[in-house]
C-alpha cells in the first residue's frame, strides 16, 4: 500500500480520510498542514509566501516512509502503528532529533494528530510531541508571571489586558515552532509530552525551523512571518504620557515645560476619553479646540503627539448606526449586541473585516491624520471582551473561538495600511496586544496596565524577553506600572527610580500610569467625564528623584545610535533588543534560567534591581569576555557571579569587552 507521495516539493501523506503535507516554507524551514476529510487549505494567518529558492530541497520516498530536506531541517514521514497513521519526526543538518510526535501507544491506539468535531469550527484539535529531557522553551509571547523557561508550563493561547499569546517557541535543541492557528487554545509544555490544543479549527497547521543559534532562527522567522519596519527617529526618545492630559492646554503646558527645562523628550500622548462618545474617532471640540494648531506648536518644539484610538464604537457614537447597517462591527450570535461596558455600552468594530478596517482609517484620517498627527495609541486591542468570555462572538473571518487571536494584527494592520497608502515610511504604533505577523505592521507592543509595585515589575523584565524571543523585538511597559501608584509615597518614588532606570535600556522609553489621588473633569455645563490621574512627569516624583529621572533621560539620548543601530538589526535580522542570557550565550548553561538579568543587544549586560531597598545585587558574567561597569569603569572578567553595588541613583549595567 503505497501512503506517500510527492507533489512538486511537497510530501503528501494519505490514509483513513487524513491529508497531510509538508512543505518547504523559507530557508531551513517547513510548513505542515493536515486536514481531515477535506483538502489542505492555504491559509495566511501569518505566514508570508514561501522563498522560491528550493534549489537545496530533497524528498526520498518509500511505500510506508518519506523524508524531506530542506537545508538544515529534515522531516521524516513514517506509516506507524497497525492503524498506519503518519508520525513526523523532524532532524538538524547532524541527523540529531529536534521534535517527534507521540506515538501510538501500541493497543492503546493512541494519535498524535486528534480531530474531535466542535460547534464553532470544524473540529477542537490536539496535536502531541514527545517530551525532550533536558530541553528549555522561550518565547510564546507575554504573560505575567516570573518565567522565561516554560518547560513544564501550560500557557492559555488567548489574548487578555497585560496578556499577548504570540505562538511562537524557540528551543534550547535548535529549532523554532510557530502554532499557525488563531483559534483559542492552551499549549502544556509537559515533561512527557507537549499538546497544542485549539477550541475550534478548520486543519491542523504550523511550521518549523532549525537553525545553529537563536539569532539564525530568530532571522528565519521573521522571513517567514515578516519584519518590523525600521524605527523612526522619534521612537529613539523619550515619551510623555499620563492618564490622561484631558484638555489642549494643559499637555502644550508639559511640553513647554519640559522644553523650559532642556530635557530630551521625542513623543507626548493624548490618552483616551478626549473624544465626544467612543467610536466618533476625532477630539471633543470643548476640551481640543484647535487640534491643528496643538500639533504645529508640538512639532515646532520637535514632539510628536500620539493619540489614543479604542476599537469600541458606543451604541450613542455618530458612527455606530451606519456601522451596524454595513456589518462592520463584530456580532453577537446571540444575546446582547454588547461587547463591553465601561463609561458607555460598546461593540467592537471587526478588524478581520477589510471594509470595516478601511472604514476606521477613513475617520482616523480625516479627524487626526490630516492634523499632522502620525502615531497611534491602539488600546483594547485583545480586544477586550467584558469577562473574555468570547464563546458567542462572531468576526467576518469566523467565531471569535476559532480567529479570535489574530485580532490585534488585523487592528495594527488596519493603520498600517492606511498610513503606508499615505506616503508614510516605517510607520509604529503603540498597541496592547499582538499576535505572530504583528511585527510586520508596526506593531510596539506595551505590557497593559500592570499593577505598582515590585513583583509586576520582575514580571515585565520575563514578559519583554518572551515577547523578543516570540519574534515581536518592539516592546515596552508603562513606566512604573499603571495601577495604584501614588508620586507622594516613598515607597513608590524608589519603584518608580529603578523602573524609569530600566525603561533607559528597554525598547522604547515610556512613562505613563494611573496615578493617585484622581482627580474629577466636568463640562462646561457641570457634567462629569472621565477622571485625570495626579502628574507624571518627571519632576512629579520629589528632589531626590527628579536628578537620577534626568540622567536616565539623558543616557537615553547618549544611547540613541547604539538604539538606531539594535533597530536596524531588528528591521533586517529578527534578533530582538531584549535578549535573555541564553540567547547571547547559548553554549553556557549557567544563562538558560536567569531571568533577572539580560543583554540589551549584544553589548551592554543589565541587571535591573528589582527588591525594594536593595542598594547592591548579585550579577552573573558569561565567560568568553570581560565586563566593564559603565558607571564606574570596574572591569570584571567574565565566567563568574560577583555582587555590584547598585546605589538609588544607579542600574547595574556592564559594556562587553
Not at 462572538?393 to 489574530?406: D, K, L, W
Not at 508603562?478 to 518608580?496: Q, V
Request: contains cysteine; aromatic residues 14%; glycine residues 8%.
Amino acid at each position: 500500500m503505497r501512503y506517500l507521495a510527492q507533489e512538486g516539493h511537497t510530501l503528501i501523506f494519505r490514509n483513513n480520510g487524513e491529508t497531510l503535507a509538508v512543505t518547504p516554507w523559507g530557508r531551513d524551514s517547513l510548513r505542515v498542514r493536515a486536514a481531515q476529510m477535506a483538502e489542505i487549505r492555504d491559509d495566511r494567518f501569518a505566514l508570508l509566501d514561501a522563498a522560491e529558492d528550493e534549489k537545496d530541497v530533497e524528498i526520498t520516498l518509500t511505500d510506508e516512509r518519506g523524508t524531506l530536506r530542506n537545508g538544515k531541517i529534515t522531516a521524516v514521514v513514517e506509516a506507524e502503528g497497525w492503524k498506519r497513521n503518519a508520525r513526523l519526526s523532524f532532524y538538524n543538518q547532524k541527523g540529531e532529533l529536534l521534535l517527534r510526535e507521540t506515538d501510538s501507544g501500541s493497543t492503546l491506539s493512541l494519535t498524535p494528530r486528534e480531530y474531535m468535531p466542535q460547534t464553532g469550527g470544524d473540529f477542537a484539535l490536539n496535536l502531541t510531541f514527545e517530551g525532550q529531557d533536558g530541553e528549555r522553551l522561550y518565547g510564546m509571547g507575554q504573560y505575567q508571571e516570573e518565567q522565561l523557561d516554560w518547560k513544564g508550563c501550560t500557557l492559555e493561547l488567548k489574548h487578555r489586558n497585560s496578556q499577548a499569546s504570540v505562538p511562537f517557541v524557540l528551543s534550547s535543541r535548535g529549532y523554532g515552532f510557530l502554532w499557525h492557528n488563531p483559534a483559542l487554545g492552551f499549549v502544556s509544555f509537559g515533561k512527557n509530552r507537549t499538546t497544542w490544543h485549539a477550541d475550534a479549527c478548520r486543519q491542523l497547521d504550523y511550521w518549523i525551523t532549525a537553525g545553529d543559534r537563536p539569532a539564525d532562527i530568530s532571522r528565519n522567522y521573521a522571513d517567514a512571518t515578516g519584519h518590523a519596519p525600521m524605527m523612526p527617529e522619534y521612537g529613539l526618545g523619550f515619551w510623555q504620557c499620563k492618564l490622561r492630559y484631558w484638555n489642549q492646554e494643559q499637555l502644550l503646558q508639559v511640553a513647554r515645560e519640559y522644553r523650559k527645562r532642556n530635557l530630551p523628550i521625542d513623543v507626548i500622548v493624548v490618552d483616551f476619553f478626549h473624544w465626544p462618545h467612543m467610536g466618533d474617532y476625532r477630539f471633543d471640540p470643548e476640551f481640543f479646540p484647535d487640534p491643528a494648531a496643538m500639533v504645529k506648536e508640538l512639532k515646532e518644539m520637535d514632539i510628536e503627539l500620539m493619540v489614543s484610538v479604542w476599537p469600541q464604537v458606543a451604541l450613542t457614537s455618530e458612527n455606530y448606526e451606519e456601522m451596524k447597517q454595513q456589518g462592520l462591527l463584530m456580532r453577537a450570535d446571540y444575546g446582547e449586541q454588547i461587547g463591553m461596558r465601561f463609561v458607555e455600552d460598546s461593540m467592537f468594530w471587526d478588524a478581520t473585516n477589510p471594509r470595516a478596517r478601511e472604514y476606521v482609517w477613513k475617520k482616523i484620517k480625516q479627524n487626526y491624520y490630516d492634523y499632522g498627527i502620525r502615531i497611534f495609541w491602539l488600546d483594547e486591542a485583545e480586544p477586550e471582551l467584558g469577562t473574555y468570555d468570547v464563546r458567542h462572538f462572531r468576526y467576518q473571518a469566523g467565531s471569535a473561538q476559532m480567529t479570535g487571536n489574530i485580532y490585534p494584527q488585523m487592528y495594527s494592520r488596519a493603520f498600517y495600511d492606511g498610513m503606508k497608502a499615505e506616503g508614510q515610511e516605517n510607520p509604529v504604533n503603540l498597541v496592547r496586544c499582538a499576535w505572530a505577523g504583528s511585527q510586520r505592521y508596526g506593531a510596539l507592543v506595551w505590557s497593559g496596565d500592570i499593577v505598582s509595585n515590585w513583583t509586576y515589575f520582575r514580571r515585565q523584565l520575563c514578559a519583554g524577553l518572551s515577547m523578543g524571543a516570540a519574534g515581536i523585538p518592539w516592546w515596552t511597559t508603562d513606566i512604573g506600572g499603571f495601577f495604584e501608584g501614588n508620586p507622594e509615597k516613598p515607597e513608590f518614588r524608589e519603584l518608580l527610580i529603578r523602573w524609569f532606570q530600566w525603561g533607559c535600556y528597554c525598547p522604547v522609553m515610556r512613562l505613563h500610569g494611573d496615578r493617585q489621588p484622581s482627580q474629577a473633569v466636568y463640562r462646561k455645563d457641570g457634567t462629569r467625564v472621565l477622571n485625570t490621574g495626579s502628574d507624571n512627569e518627571v519632576w512629579s516624583f520629589g528632589e531626590e528623584a527628579y536628578p537620577i529621572l534626568v540622567k536616565y533621560m539623558r543616557r537615553r539620548e547618549e544611547l540613541r545610535p547604539y538604539v538606531r543601530s539594535l533597530m536596524q538589526e531588528a528591521h533586517e535580522a529578527g534578533t530582538p533588543l531584549l535578549r535573555g542570557m541564553y540567547y547571547e550565550f547559548p553554549e553556557d548553561e549557567n544563562g538558560f534560567l536567569l531571568r533577572d538579568q539580560y543583554m540589551f543587544g549584544s553589548r551592554f549586560l543589565v541587571a535591573p534591581v528589582m527588591e525594594p531597598g536593595a542598594r547592591s545585587r548579585s550579577v552573573y558574567f558569561p565567560a568568553g569576555a570581560s565586563w566593564k561597569n559603565v558607571d564606574t569603569g570596574e572591569i570584571i572578567p567574565g565566567g563568574q557571579r560577583a555582587e555590584v553595588p547598585a546605589p538609588l541613583d544607579v542600574i547595574p549595567v556592564f559594556e562587553r569587552v
